[in-house]
Structure formats: structure tokens, C-alpha cells
């Protein structure tokens, strides 16, 4: 059974820290791109960022870049977002999702992720 399952959310201070993970299971992980989405109330979903199958490519929206660092490990069949300095604005419910291969040019389009995982919960609060 396809399933992705995100864990590692909370609570957390300004300027803090956070691991997010999104664990595979019914296919193998190895052979797709993984992005980390990310919606807040009353607001659009938006891509956070993506990893290649190989994890050999990398990409973060300008909104966390130098902040957020994604990065996989396939025989754990598992993908992380780890997370620095956080700001109430990363406040959100953060998903990963599977995409063929590559991120490519469109990988902050959601339409291109063919699975979602259910949602992890990240609030930035003092």
C-alpha cells in the first residue's frame, strides 16, 4: 500500500530548530523526486522545497533558503526537511508529496505530485 507519512512537528520558539520527516512505504522511494509543501490558514498552499530521486539536486523557495535543508535517505526510505531559525511565519502544515524523478522547472506546482502524505503540524510562537 502507497503511503507517506510526515512526523517531527510541534511547537516551537522564533529561532529554533525543527526535523521534519516523510516516511515511504509501497514503492520505492528511490525512484521519485520528493517535495515539502507547506499551508497556512487562509492561505494558498506553497512549495517549500524538493529533492531528486538520487538526491543529487536540491531546491528551497527564496522564502527559506539558508534556513531549510532538505536531504534524503533512501534505504531508510525516508526524507527529512530539517529546519533552522524558524520564523512565525514558517508557521504552517507542512506535506510531502512524490513527483517523477526529477523537481524540475514546476516543482512548486502541486498539480505535478501525484501523492500527498496527511500533514504535519509546525507552529512558530514566543
Known amino acids: 500500500q502507497l503511503q507517506l507519512v510526515e512526523s517531527g512537528g510541534g511547537l516551537v520558539q522564533p529561532g529554533g530548530s525543527l526535523r521534519l520527516s516523510c516516511a515511504a512505504s509501497?514503492?520505492?522511494?528511490?525512484?521519485?523526486?520528493i517535495g515539502w509543501f507547506r499551508q497556512a490558514p487562509g492561505k494558498e498552499r506553497e512549495g517549500v522545497s524538493c529533492?531528486?530521486?538520487?538526491?543529487?539536486?536540491?531546491y528551497y523557495a527564496d522564502s527559506v533558503k539558508g534556513r531549510f535543508t532538505i536531504s534524503r535517505d533512501n534505504a531508510k526510505k525516508t526524507v527529512y526537511l530539517q529546519m533552522n531559525n524558524l520564523k512565525p511565519e514558517d508557521t504552517a502544515v507542512y506535506y510531502c508529496?512524490?513527483?517523477?524523478?526529477?523537481?524540475?522547472?514546476?516543482?512548486?506546482?502541486?498539480?505535478?505530485?501525484?501523492?500527498w502524505g496527511q500533514g504535519t503540524q509546525v507552529t512558530v510562537s514566543s
Open positions: 508529496a512524490r513527483k517523477s524523478q526529477f523537481c524540475g522547472s514546476y516543482y512548486r506546482r502541486a498539480d505535478m505530485y501525484d501523492y
Open positions: 509501497g514503492f520505492t522511494l528511490g525512484s521519485y523526486a
Open positions: 529533492i531528486s530521486s538520487s538526491g543529487t539536486m536540491t
